[in-house]
């Protein structure tokens, strides 16, 4: 089946018109599956990492929001150990409006701003609500060994 | 190569008008050679002036804003403080909308200077000084000079203006006459150039203004049922109802959406793209211009209408216009740079930094007077540009603007919400069917009330008419699905079966 | 149909697996809660009622490849058991001899194989097999 008109304009403009620090480029045998890499937003811990993630859009998209998933791990108290992230825009604050772009950047600034209240990863988001310092310094750690070029 | 041939041969690629009210850069550069004639008379050759730099103490300039009477005061002075008693400084005041610049050859401590600056008025008031310590040995040398050049005392100048009670009476103010005639020259010709710029406006925007009523007569839409004019937001409706429709239906509306297509797309003069957005260089314009005309060659071909094709002709030679408004206001921006930078350098007379370049963030009436190289927050080809942007190409509709937002193609049949967003019917049914309550804009709970009294006919019509072609692909594309939903409805699945050719 | 990637494929199972699925008499989850390419699975089977594997609980090991799911995982008993696609030395489920992975297609996942491999137990030619003794591995 042909690529819906609304898909194939959003994947022209993440092409050609990046987000800043932020790469989205659809697999050649799936245009619905897309190889992003998100960069630590300055000031957090995440800084100067390169996180790599994969996004799908489902046969219902835009009714139903992309499926978005880090492959780079990542000590933050909204995404688990499979990567998996739990952003409200992601499950019931959906809206057809929102694009992939709006997407990734809500992502991006989700490592700006962790919300341990509404947790994941419930061992990190403890760990953050009882010590942000020492929980920061991990999440650095983890950043370095596994998130630089 | 030197500045003054570069310059020369930039203008020579500009029409005449330009090169008539060009920056006058030869003649500023010999009234350069006459300040350094009149300081060698002084006996303060610009090479004697160098070695009290070189040799005195370290210079700091410390710039102080007088708030109160709006005007910027910079006072550079000695760190050796009081130990050189004998200075001098080189001021350039701000008398009755002349730029004087003078000498002032002092014995007070440079540590007192700021402090009697703040009680003179604005009438007279320095704006600069640069304060030299002199070394004993060449005071002679001075003095024995300015016996023969008329000078002016400390309390001869306080007598011109009496409020200046404070000044030094020991003062030695030196005029500088050919200086003096440098800052005229040079303040007259940029308010002579702002002038040109400013009647350049003046005419660009009637022709553009009529170029867009020509436009919009050669664009009408071709359908009977059309509206005489569009005005959501065009200044060229009013003009278009006078006109007559094209005759037998012949339109050249959908030629002039893609040359205006291909316009936006160049992005010929701000590109708009996240990595490079912003104003582009002069070389980057002159690139995106021949790849909108190359894109363009094809398409302006099928224009019906003479009229459109003149009209298309004054189009291309408008942007080229703004490419050489804005070559003309680089080169001579880059002019001002050069000449005072030369100034500088020739007579080693430091100019101070608020007089080369205004300061936006305090927009005062006299600072701006006193900029040399105002640095508009607007260029004049940008405002052009802008001009372009909102004059011309809203005659023609673009499609963005009446597409549906969750299928990106156009919002055929436009279904306005309560909260006044509107999408296509087919994306609100799909949403009602998930029972999706929420505006995808706004989030206002106003999808499950939408009901068929939601159609936006006006909307509806104005799409039909502008956008016919497109209009009745979607309404075919909603057909074929509302089919292909039955059938899956039914159980039959298989799309091979319910695909009607 | 959009075609779903592997990732979100196994991300899908691994979420219906933890809800749990019908009567509980199957479930799997992956081996190590860090694998980030959820590649090697635990599954486990109750054996049904009225045959031989009658209360019996059967663990296997399920590893999907990058090929997942166009082609089926591979499959291999850790508990002992005598069924005719299963090899008696190291307990690998043979897959030509296996129905559900023989036929795999769109719409098989690990919750198909490990339901299809209860159903075999059950079935008239298996239900009797003689079985080694309970709670012995491989």
Known sequence: MALPKRIIKETERLVADPAPGITAAPHEDNLRYFDVTIQGPDGSPFQNGVFHLELFLPEEYPMSPPKVRFLTKIYHPNIDKLGRICLDILKDKWSPALQIRTVLLSIQALLSAPNPDDPLATDVAKHYKENEKDAQRVSREWTEKYASQ | MHFSKTYAQLLLTLPPEFRNNAFEYRKLKQLINQIVFELDSLGLAPSFLRSLHDHGPEMVSRMSRNITDGTLTVDSESMSGASHRQTIVYEIVWNSSVLQPRLRLSSSSPSDVPIHRNSIPSTIQPVCHVNLPIPERSLSHITQALLHTPIIFGDEMSLINHSMESDQPDDLIIPLPSDMAFFQLLTS????????????????????????????????????????????????????????????????????????????????????????????????????????????????????????????????????????????????????????????????????????????????????????????????????????????????????????????????????????????????????????????????????????????????????????????????????????????????????????? | MAKIPRNFRLLEELEKGEKGIGDGSCSYGLEDGDDIMMSNWNGTIIGPGHTV??????????????????????????????????????GKVDPNKLNVLAQWGKDSSIETVLVGIRREMGSFNNRKLPQPPEGTTF
């Not at chain 2, 005759?247 to 002039?256: A, F, M, N």
């Not at chain 2, 314009?285 to 459109?308: A, C, D, I, M, N």
């Not at chain 2, 370049?357 to 190289?373: H, Y």
């Open chain 2, 189 to 501: 010709t940029l308010s002579s150039l702002s002038g040109y710029l400013n009647m350049l406006e003046q005419g660009f925007n009637p022709v553009l203004t009529t170029l867009a009523a020509s436009i919009s007569s050669a664009a009408r839409p071709a359908s009977s049922s059309a509206p005489r004019s569009f005005s959501p937001y065009s200044l060229a409706a009013d003009h278009s109802m006078s006109l007559c429709p094209g005759p037998g239906g012949k339109s050249d509306l959908c030629t002039w959406r893609e040359i205006f297509r291909l316009y936006v797309e160049a992005e010929v003069f701000e590109s708009v793209s996240e990595s490079t957005r912003g104003e582009r260089s002069i070389e980057e314009v002159e690139k995106h211009l021949e790849l909108f005309k190359g894109h363009v060659q094809e398409k302006k071909e099928y224009l019906v209408f003479p009229r459109s094709r003149e009209a298309f002709a004054v189009f291309l030679n408008l942007n080229l216009f703004i490419l050489n408004v804005k070559k003309f206001q680089l080169a001579n921006s880059e002019a001002t740079r050069k000449i005072l930078k030369k100034h500088t350098k020739r007579t080693t007379l430091p100019i101070p930094s608020c007089l080369q370049e205004r300061d936006a963030s305090t927009p005062t009436a006299s600072s701006c007077q006193l900029a040399l190289i105002t640095r508009p927050s607007k260029s004049l080809p940008r405002l052009l540009v802008q001009a372009i942007g909102e004059v011309l190409l809203p005659i023609i509709p673009h499609i963005d603007d009446y597409s549906c937002l969750i299928c990106a193609s156009i919002a055929f049949k436009p279904i306005r919400l309560c909260c006044g967003h509107f999408f296509c019917v087919r994306c609100l049914v799909k949403m009602q069917r998930r029972r999706m309550a929420d505006c995808p804009m706004c989030r206002a709970h106003t999808v499950l009330q939408a009901n068929p009294s939601n159609v936006d006919y006006g909307l509806l019509n104005l799409m039909a008419d502008w956008f016919p072609i497109e209009s009745r692909e979607k309404q075919h594309a909603n057909e074929r699905e509302v089919v292909q939903e039955q059938l899956e409805a039914l159980g039959i699945t298989d799309a091979r079966i319910c695909r009607i050719m």
């Open chain 3, 53 to 90: 594997h009658e209360n019996r609980i059967y663990s296997l090991k399920i590893h999907c490849d990058q090929s997942y799911p166009d082609k089926p995982p591979t499959v291999q008993f850790l508990s002992r058991v005598n069924l005719p696609f299963v090899n008696q030395t190291d």
